[in-house]
């Protein structure tokens, strides 16, 4: 009888100590959660307008890049198509070498998205002078850059942007 007592007073205990722990972990593991969403809202009040900023930095790129707006800055400063050529690439290579760091802030999918279109600018550029002599003037590379633009159905840009724009809406 008294083994019975023995028993009854140890799993007793044992269900006291396990409920005691239970709790204990229990309430850690939430101690832990809201210290954890605590530091991440405090991230987020840091990341976010940083972020923000990255996505207005990146569609100032792409409209800077843009052919029309490129052409509208760059021309007057050639003297041939073959000096617009480089002097237009030479823009778009240092407006993406100022702004490669913002590809921290913002999607993989978003960055891809504006490399491409940068790309596809480059692209219609090196095109576009292959097509003309490098000495021609450079109005006529200016306006073989415009035909090419026109035969697209999307500007290179344009389709970038879409992107950003709809990630930024994403964010609020």
């Known amino acids: 009888m008294e083994y019975y007592i023995l028993l009854a007073i140890v799993i007793l205990g044992a269900a006291i100590i396990f409920g005691v722990y239970a709790t204990i972990t229990t309430l850690a593991d939430k101690f832990a959660d809201r210290q954890k969403w605590e530091i991440r809202g405090k991230h987020t009040g840091i990341t976010l307008p940083l972020r923000l900023q990255a996505y207005e930095r990146m569609c100032l790129f792409l409209e800077r890049i843009a052919p029309n707006n490129l052409l509208l800055r760059l021309v007057p400063s050639a003297m041939s198509a073959l000096e617009l050529q480089q002097i237009l690439l030479q823009d778009i ?44 003037p450079p ?34």
């Open 93 to 136: 290579r240092e407006e993406y070498n100022h702004n490669v760091a913002q590809q921290m802030y913002i999607s993989s999918n978003a960055w891809e998205q504006i490399t491409n279109a940068m790309n596809e600018t480059v692209a219609v550029i090196n095109q576009a002078a292959t097509e003309i002599p490098g000495e021609a």
């Open 139 to 172: 109005a006529d590379l200016a306006k073989k850059i415009f035909s090419h633009v026109i035969e697209k159905e999307v500007q290179p840009s344009a389709h970038a942007l879409k992107v950003l724009k709809e990630e930024i809406r994403t964010l609020f």
